[in-house]
């Protein structure tokens, strides 16, 4: 018995340790970043697209973290410059990623630019992709015999369209999730001194 009081504190102390290392220490450093030049605040469209996203789960499958070419090949894949702190400042929570079953999506914004084409990508992949495996989110959807004159009709290739002519309308949550995927573009240069720290030469890939 007479152990447990020193094994205690010492294990109070290696706790109190790790947490001022890896909790609070980052978290006083990540509060000083501002924002990248270049980086705007989501509007609230683009807002709750993002809650879209966290909700749906993207994340498992989708990153939003461009690394170094000497971590991977990913400026080579045409998915930009390693992204830097600075370009994170209004993600909370972050949704960095853990896996790449799909491409990273950091600058899917900048790549596909058209709303169209990421409607018709959420309402059914294979209309783009025929190998995705990418799952269709068709209740972000409607569909319409007569869309009305503010509605949102997406283009859906005929195998895929509904059978009777109507005509397949995005919900706001479609058109918010797609808002933020569109939002999503680092493309403007950032600070010479993080990416240098990142190992990255300026040089796109060619």
Known sequence: MN???PLSVLAFAILAFATLLLVILPAAQIRTIEPAEGLEPYTASEERGRQHYVDLGCYYCHSQQPRSSDQ???LQRGWGRPTTPADYVYDDPHVLGTMRTGPDLMNVGHRMPSQG???THLYQPRAIEESSIMPAFPYLFEVKQNPADDD???PVPSEY???DGAKVVARQSALDLTAYLLSLDRTYPAANR????LGYDGQEAR
């Not at 993080?194 to 720290?197: C, S, V």
């Open 194 to 197: 993080e990416l240098r720290d």
């Open 117 to 119: 084409w990421h409607l």
């Open 161 to 163: 369209a509904p059978a």
């Open 72 to 74: 991977a090949p990913d």
């Open 3 to 5: 152990k447990v009081l």
């Open 152 to 154: 949102v009709v997406v």
